[in-house]
């Protein structure tokens, strides 16, 4: 991209307008640098995922044609699009009307307030512009070195795992890692067991046999956890790679770019319905609140009107976390919550409720700090919601083969809307163990939580992992509720049956 | 104005073009190009450039939607909501098509069966004039008036001379500030070659041999056409009678009689003479059947129909044999005995639908 032009002056009298609501409403924002791209540069920008240099590759560019194509065809304009960084990046669709900039500038102070507030982006990268710059100046250096080919097949590779990571580990306080001391030096010769000092003649009465015989297996399966590799199941499959994986200094550089990256975009992933429902929560009160005129406030609805739809079997993030937002405030402000309330029986009552408490602003507030989506629907997709917007789940019906409408239940609706967050709706998938059956082969393990793996992808991917691990490489995993073992060595693909450990 | 992206955009096509090579065989014997014509572009679902990834399979996955209906009811997948990163509650669970046009796949084609670039006969171009609207004038009729920019010189004119006032925003235009569409008559090169698809549609040959057909027909018209600009096609479809049809019945019908090929010939060559003068036209004609004529008789008067009155003006007369569980298969051995060395005269035995490919390289491979 080439330097930016200044926004011209309406603009930037209009984006210290916004700005200025935005505040007064409590929102507290990085300071935001927004450019005027035109559509092709917008989808240029968009396929990097918002960032001005990227890595070259080739996805990047199927991206960019998947989102000429939408514009051209009308099915997709980008209706916004702004980075998690500070400063604040973000972007304006030339020629399109007042009305539209003014709301997307609108949605715009709503995301950087939440990128900046809320707790799962706290530990991100706020200067991943010239991070994205820097990776993308190694992995050219390292395609100056090696060959396109060959940098860009190992891309591949390293791109069909980059899911697997653990998107809480940022968060989560580990316990100190063990002194390499502790770890090494263990005597082969059997340990002292441990005993109660006892005189000859009482021996066998203070330490019987069977005493002495529990302590030393207690010993044995402490040693055998010490000599597990690794000692507990690792969920960032991509750091294991890296740090036990034998490969070349710029494979493993490769390696830790994507993965980096990685952890940069996940929060984004689990909070995707807060967020834009956080944005458009704003944007709709500081529009129709303060910001539209009467003549604008049609061409507005219009425009919503497009963004808010929802259509058949598509969940709209920006639509369920606006109504979800407003319905939290709703209940707050009226004190519809505590034991009083959930214990009342009385729908009646429960309609005309009001304690006039009046948190509800409050409340919108702690919960956009505080939330993902997961734990954000969990705490409050209430009945009285489900059935107000008419949520239903819907599955594949065999038998006629289309997908169908399969319940309006509660309880159905939130397990399934849950289930398709959690983890955001990938699969667990766990290091088991670095040295399988003692041949240096790598385990991987599934936890299944009600879904099978989509087969012929993890044939694939078994592929790719190969690449990198070069021994064999396999998957404890269930398949129509049996235990599997999918394998991939230098034969290719196979799978056998296997038991597939109960509490996994 | 060069981008970033456009190195990666050419990458992305690169690969989608060897994808595609690769698989230009299964692609051409499925047949599943043949569904969009209408554009100059077809999608091609590509599996395999996706990024594989562990990730739940499809169908035990439901999802949550909004709305109104009733349980059973079933749902229609919506379109991905605008905004950016996955749209939907599914992720990736979109199948990669790529638009690819036809002239790059009938080069992708060319390519694969080295198939020699076709030079037409040194003749006239025809040409002929059409009227496009290309531009603005002050004067016209007012139902060619154009509104938009007419208004944009009144207000332009307004503000000049400060009658502009934005809180009564009203434009009035006067005469000067009018502009009307204008249009240019111009040259347009008319195609100069012409494909005629004859078909035998006898009892005979079924649906298999049709498809068999209709694939055929449809990448061989894909590659004249992007060597052509703009090309005749022609379609007559005969059991034992012809007649000429439109390229939707061409590629439908199963009608079920006998077979007289020769009905199909005369058809031919009448087109030819009356429309299609030898001195101006590149001319292909191509002619599929299994071989099962109803008659020695009507064999004879084929052979004689091709020697006198196709083969003296045409490019080259493709024969195409499809194999049939019923037919004697006969037609061709005849062919070949009269015309063997000829070589305006190219057959092909298709054995089945993996034959096709090298039945398409046995007629272009020519290059005439």
Redesign the interface.
């Known amino acids: 991209?080439t330097t930016p032009k200044p926004l011209p002056a309406h603009l930037q009298d209009m984006q210290a307008e916004i700005e200025g609501y935005a505040r007064e409403y409590g929102l507290d924002f990085f300071p935001i640098i927004y450019e005027i791209l035109d559509y092709?540069?917008m989808?240029?920008v968009?396929?990097?995922g918002?960032f001005p240099?990227r890595y070259?590759?080739?996805?990047?560019?199927?991206d960019?044609?998947q989102l000429s194509?939408g514009y051209e065809y009308g099915?997709?304009?980008?209706?916004?699009?702004v980075i998690n960084t500070n400063p604040a990046y973000a972007y304006l669709l030339e020629g399109n009307s007042l009305v539209d900039q003014k709301t997307v500038m609108a949605h715009v102070t709503g995301h950087v307030d939440f990128f900046k507030n809320n707790y799962y982006f706290s530990k991100t990268n706020r200067k991943m512009i010239d991070g994205m710059a820097n990776h993308a100046a190694r992995v050219r250096r390292h395609i100056a070195r090696h060959g396109i080919e060959a940098v860009?097949n190992f891309i591949?590779v390293c791109?069909?795992?980059?899911?697997?990571i653990d998107p809480m580990s940022p968060y989560i306080q580990r316990v100190r890692p063990k002194a390499d001391s502790e770890l090494d030096g263990e005597p082969d010769e059997p340990a002292e067991i441990p005993k109660l000092p006892a005189k000859g003649y009482m021996e066998d009465y203070i330490n019987p046999p069977e005493f002495i015989e529990a302590q030393r297996r207690k010993q044995e399966a402490a040693k055998a956890k010490a000599k597990r590799f690794p000692e507990e199941r690792q969920r960032d499959v991509l750091k294991f790679l890296i740090d036990y994986a034998p490969v070349e200094r710029w494979q493993r550089d490769i390696l830790e770019i994507i993965r980096d990256e990685a952890y940069y975009f996940a929060p984004?992933?689990m909070t995707?319905i807060m967020n834009?429902g956080w944005a458009s929560y704003w944007h709709s009160k500081i529009m129709t609140e303060k910001a539209a005129s009467a003549a604008e406030i049609i061409d507005y609805a219009d425009a919503c009107a497009?963004?808010l739809?929802?259509?058949?079997?598509?969940?709209?993030?920006?639509?369920?976390g606006l109504e979800l937002f407003r319905h939290i405030e709703y209940r707050w402000d009226r004190g519809q919550f505590g034991k009083e309330w959930m214990e009342c029986e009385s729908l009646e009552e429960k309609q005309n409720w009001d304690r006039r408490t009046g948190l509800g602003r409050k409340k919108i507030f702690e919960v956009r700090r505080l939330h993902n989506d997961v734990t954000f629907i969990d705490e409050f997709f209430t009945l009285e919601f489900c059935y107000e917007?008419?949520?239903?789940?819907?599955?594949?019906n065999?038998r006629?083969g289309?997908?169908?409408?399969?319940?309006?239940e509660f309880k159905e609706?939130k397990r399934?809307?849950l289930q398709?967050?959690t983890n955001?709706?990938?699969?667990f998938?766990y290091v088991e163990d670095g040295n399988f059956e003692n041949r240096g082969e790598l385990l991987l393990l599934?936890r299944h939580e009600?879904?099978?793996?989509?087969?012929?992808?993890?044939a694939?991917?078994l592929k790719?992992l190969m690449t990198i691990w070069s021994r064999p490489v396999n998957l404890l995993t269930k398949v129509d509720g049996k235990g599997r073992l999918l394998r991939f060595d230098n034969s290719g693909f196979s799978d056998k049956s296997a038991d597939y450990p109960d509490g996994a | 104005m060069s981008q970033k992206i456009d190195l990666d955009h050419r990458r992305f096509r690169e690969i989608v073009r060897g994808k595609i090579k690769q698989n230009l065989r299964k692609y051409i014997s499925q047949g599943e190009m043949i569904g969009r014509q209408g554009k100059q572009t077809v999608s091609i679902p590509l599996p395999q450039i996706d990024i594989p990834r562990f990730r739940h399979g499809d169908k035990q996955q439901g999802g949550v939607g909004q709305g109104d209906g009733e349980v059973g009811d079933a749902i229609g997948q919506g379109e991905p909501q605008p905004g950016i990163g996955q749209a939907g509650d599914r992720p990736g669970d979109h199948l990669v098509e790529v638009d690819v046009s036809m002239d790059e796949l009938a080069q992708i084609l060319g390519e694969e069966l080295e198939l020699p670039r076709i030079e037409p006969k040194g003749k006239e171009k025809i040409v002929a004039f059409k009227d496009k609207y290309t531009g603005l004038r002050p004067t016209g009729p007012e139902s060619l008036r154009h509104f938009r920019s007419t208004f944009k010189r009144a207000l332009r004119r307004q503000i000049a001379m400060g009658t502009y006032d934005p809180r009564r925003p009203v434009i009035v235009p006067i005469r000067d500030d009018r502009r009307y569409r204008s249009w240019r008559t111009e040259p347009q090169p008319q195609s100069n070659a012409v494909i005629i698809y004859m078909m035998d549609v006898s009892g005979s040959m079924g649906d298999e041999q049709k498809e068999i057909v209709r694939i055929e027909s449809f990448w061989i018209d894909t590659w004249l056409r992007s060597q052509y600009q703009g090309i005749e096609a022609r379609y007559i479809i005969h059991d034992a009678m012809a007649k000429e049809v439109d390229r939707d019945t061409f590629f439908r019908t199963r009608e079920s009689g006998g077979t007289m090929i020769s009905s199909a010939f005369k058809l031919c060559a009448k087109l030819i003479e009356e429309e299609y003068p030898a001195s101006e036209w590149n001319i292909y004609p191509f002619h599929f059947s299994d071989g099962d004529n109803w008659s020695v008789d009507d064999t004879v008067t084929c052979i004689e129909l091709l020697r006198s009155r196709i083969l003296p003006n045409v490019n080259l007369f493709c024969y195409g044999q499809v194999e049939s569980p019923y037919g004697s298969g006969q037609f061709i051995k005849d062919l070949q005995e009269h015309f063997g060395d000829d070589e305006r005269v190219v057959t092909s035995e298709i054995k089945g639908k993996d034959a096709i490919m090298d039945s398409i390289k046995d007629f272009l491979g020519q290059g005439k």
Do not use: C
Request: proline letters at 3%; hydrophobic letters at 35%; charged letters at 25%.
């Open positions: 991209m092709k540069t989808n240029e968009a396929a990097y918002g240099t070259p590759h080739w996805r990047f560019g199927m960019y044609e194509k099915l997709q304009k980008i209706y916004e699009m860009e591949d791109l069909s795992l980059e899911n697997l984004q992933a995707k834009e497009g963004v739809a929802t259509s058949g079997a598509r969940l709209n993030p920006y639509k369920l917007q008419k949520f239903f789940t819907f599955g594949f065999e006629s289309n997908w169908e409408i399969m319940s309006r609706v399934q809307l398709s967050l955001r709706g990938q699969p998938i599934h009600g879904l099978d793996l989509k087969m012929d992808y993890a694939d991917t790719n």
